[in-house]
Structures are given as structure tokens and as C-alpha cells.
């Protein structure tokens, strides 16, 4: 008999991720805060549940996929979570960018249920999620991992479905690993065509230089892109950044490892929200190195 499926968050992510689980062919049961998401999974074949437990209760592998570690925790180990409403052999897989820390032990409540809980964020931002390309990152038990990557492959791109660890948060540290190499590779970008602006050249052909030789990379060619039209319509937006920069200070901290540089794009993204652009997308940092550098357009 097929798995059935639970889906708990139908945000920008959640719902086109859902939405692929479903056209897979899996029973889909969902639960989120806002009705309208649930509307449409429902049109699209799914059921809807009262509470996250009502979801447990329904499925054999739950997934949430939630902005925050408060939500997670909530959802999972709150007043008619997961947990509650779980059977034993369940997996869940918490598809969110949240804490280790926290993620080991939930991990661990999980277990004491008899249930297996993996940690399988994400990387692809909204692009990615419509598009059932993500990136995704699995700490947890090896059986648990590939009983679910049938349907974690609804999802992302088969060939990016990697099994970092069978420690529980090992997914969660790689996609610490993830928020701070982009962090840099967006700093850089931002300060290379604020530079050419300032300095007269056409930025536009500095970016499509680069992309024919070393300095070449994903974060040029997209969010190079952005900067240069001053598109931060949000695929992943910057309030969200922030909160994985913050993960990403305190993970490094609890390790001892030094990350300067994330220190320094982390302040770059802090005066970003406080300059009103918490709903922009990330990549608006770029207007941060602009105003600084004396750039009119960014």
C-alpha cells in the first residue's frame, strides 16, 4: 500500500511542494494556518485536517515545512501536534530551515514515540519549489532516508536529494553551510557591480563577462540579475535570510568556528530590514552596497 502523506505548511514553499506530492499520486492530507492554500491542495485531490495531529493520525510520513524553530517546535511537540497524534513506525520529516539544536531534540521526542524524524531543508528558494527542483539535505537514519526519498523526489531533483548524516540536524548544518557560502558569493556580486557602476563601466556586460570564467556561479547569474534590474520581487525573502543568518551565528558559535564574513553579511541584511525590506528578496542587499558605495541605482 502506498505511504500516505502529510503536509503541514502551505506557504510560498509549502504549497507547490505539496501540490508535486499530490500529482505524484500520493493520499495527501493538509494543515496550515491560512484556509486558501488548503482550499486549493483540496481541489487538487488532498484532504483536510483539523489540527497537526489529525494529520499525524491520518499518515504514515508528516511533513512541515514552517518559517521559523518556534513553529516547528509548536507544530510538532505543541497542544495537538505531531506528537499526539502520531502512530509508531511514523516518519517525519521537517522540511523547514530551523536550529539544529533544536532539531536534535525533537529528533529525540520523536523516537520516545516510536516514530523516526529526519531534517531535510531545502535549497532552490520558490523557483525551485515550483519548479520540483529543489535541493535537499537529509540528516537522520539511512532506512528512514531512503524509505522516504520516493517522496522527497516529488519534490527535488533527484540527483540533489543527498544524505548528509544519520545524526539527527546533520541536514540542518549543511543548510547553515548553504546560507553562509551564498551569503558571501551575494556580497561579492553586490560589491562587483557596484563597483563597475561606480566606476562607469556597464555593469551588465561586467556580469556577463564573469559568467564565462572563474568568478562564474548561480548566485551571479540569478541574483546578478536582480541587482542589475532592480527586481526584488521575493523568491526568498530577506526577513526569512535573517533568521538563517541568526541560526547560522549562534550554530558557528556553539561549534567555536569563526565566520567573519557571514558576521559581516549578516549586518549588511540587518539594515536591510531596517530599512523597510524585510518582504524583498534577498538579494536586495545589493541596494545596501549601493547607498554605501554612492550608487544611485541598484
Given at each position: 500500500m502506498p505511504e500516505r502523506i502529510g503536509f503541514i505548511g502551505l506557504g510560498v514553499m509549502g504549497r507547490p511542494m505539496a501540490k508535486h506530492v499530490r500529482t505524484k499520486g500520493y493520499g495527501l492530507?493538509?494543515?496550515?494556518?491560512?484556509?486558501?492554500?488548503?482550499?486549493?491542495l483540496v481541489a487538487a485531490g488532498a484532504?483536510?485536517?483539523a489540527s497537526a495531529a489529525a494529520v499525524a493520525r491520518d499518515c504514515d510520513i508528516v511533513i512541515t515545512?514552517?518559517?521559523?524553530?518556534?513553529?516547528?517546535?509548536l507544530v510538532v511537540a505543541g497542544p495537538d501536534g505531531v506528537l499526539s497524534g502520531m502512530t509508531r513506525g511514523s516518519i517525519v520529516?521537517?522540511?523547514?530551515s530551523i536550529?539544529?539544536?533544536a532539531t536534535r531534540r525533537l529528533a529525540a521526542l520523536v523516537a520516545s514515540k516510536g516514530g523516526t524524524m529526519l531534517d531535510a531543508p531545502v535549497s532552490g528558494g520558490e523557483i525551485g519549489a515550483i519548479g520540483a527542483s529543489l535541493s535537499i539535505m537529509v540528516g537522520g537514519d539511512a532506512a528512514a532516508f531512503e524509505r522516504a526519498r520516493p517522496v522527497l523526489a516529488c519534490m527535488g531533483h533527484a540527483e540533489r536529494i543527498v544524505h548528509i548524516g544519520v545524526e539527527p540536524g546533520s541536514g540542518q548544518i549543511c543548510k547553515v553551510c548553504n546560507q553562509?557560502?551564498?551569503g558571501g558569493a551575494l556580497a561579492g556580486v553586490s560589491e562587483a557591480l557596484a563597483l563597475a557602476r561606480k566606476a562607469g563601466v556597464d555593469a551588465a556586460r561586467v556580469r556577463q563577462a564573469l559568467l564565462g570564467g572563474f568568478a562564474s556561479s548561480r548566485v551571479l547569474e540569478v541574483h546578478g540579475e536582480r541587482i542589475l534590474n532592480g527586481n526584488y520581487t521575493p523568491g526568498f525573502r530577506t526577513r526569512l535570510y535573517q533568521k538563517d543568518l541568526r541560526i547560522a551565528n549562534e550554530t558557528a558559535a556553539a561549534h567555536a568556528v569563526a565566520i567573519p564574513a557571514a558576521a559581516i553579511v549578516t549586518q549588511l541584511v540587518n539594515a536591510l530590514v531596517a530599512a523597510g525590506g524585510a518582504d524583498l528578496d534577498y538579494s536586495a542587499i545589493g541596494t545596501v552596497i549601493a547607498k554605501l558605495s554612492g550608487v544611485s541605482r541598484s
Amino acid at each position: 500500500m502506498p505511504e500516505r502523506i502529510g503536509f503541514i505548511g502551505l506557504g510560498v514553499m509549502g504549497r507547490p511542494m505539496a501540490k508535486h506530492v499530490r500529482t505524484k499520486g500520493y493520499g495527501l492530507t493538509v494543515y496550515s494556518r491560512s484556509q486558501a492554500p488548503i482550499d486549493e491542495l483540496v481541489a487538487a485531490g488532498a484532504r483536510a485536517a483539523a489540527s497537526a495531529a489529525a494529520v499525524a493520525r491520518d499518515c504514515d510520513i508528516v511533513i512541515t515545512m514552517l518559517p521559523d524553530t518556534p513553529d516547528v517546535e509548536l507544530v510538532v511537540a505543541g497542544p495537538d501536534g505531531v506528537l499526539s497524534g502520531m502512530t509508531r513506525g511514523s516518519i517525519v520529516i521537517d522540511m523547514s530551515s530551523i536550529s539544529p539544536v533544536a532539531t536534535r531534540r525533537l529528533a529525540a521526542l520523536v523516537a520516545s514515540k516510536g516514530g523516526t524524524m529526519l531534517d531535510a531543508p531545502v535549497s532552490g528558494g520558490e523557483i525551485g519549489a515550483i519548479g520540483a527542483s529543489l535541493s535537499i539535505m537529509v540528516g537522520g537514519d539511512a532506512a528512514a532516508f531512503e524509505r522516504a526519498r520516493p517522496v522527497l523526489a516529488c519534490m527535488g531533483h533527484a540527483e540533489r536529494i543527498v544524505h548528509i548524516g544519520v545524526e539527527p540536524g546533520s541536514g540542518q548544518i549543511c543548510k547553515v553551510c548553504n546560507q553562509i557560502a551564498i551569503g558571501g558569493a551575494l556580497a561579492g556580486v553586490s560589491e562587483a557591480l557596484a563597483l563597475a557602476r561606480k566606476a562607469g563601466v556597464d555593469a551588465a556586460r561586467v556580469r556577463q563577462a564573469l559568467l564565462g570564467g572563474f568568478a562564474s556561479s548561480r548566485v551571479l547569474e540569478v541574483h546578478g540579475e536582480r541587482i542589475l534590474n532592480g527586481n526584488y520581487t521575493p523568491g526568498f525573502r530577506t526577513r526569512l535570510y535573517q533568521k538563517d543568518l541568526r541560526i547560522a551565528n549562534e550554530t558557528a558559535a556553539a561549534h567555536a568556528v569563526a565566520i567573519p564574513a557571514a558576521a559581516i553579511v549578516t549586518q549588511l541584511v540587518n539594515a536591510l530590514v531596517a530599512a523597510g525590506g524585510a518582504d524583498l528578496d534577498y538579494s536586495a542587499i545589493g541596494t545596501v552596497i549601493a547607498k554605501l558605495s554612492g550608487v544611485s541605482r541598484s
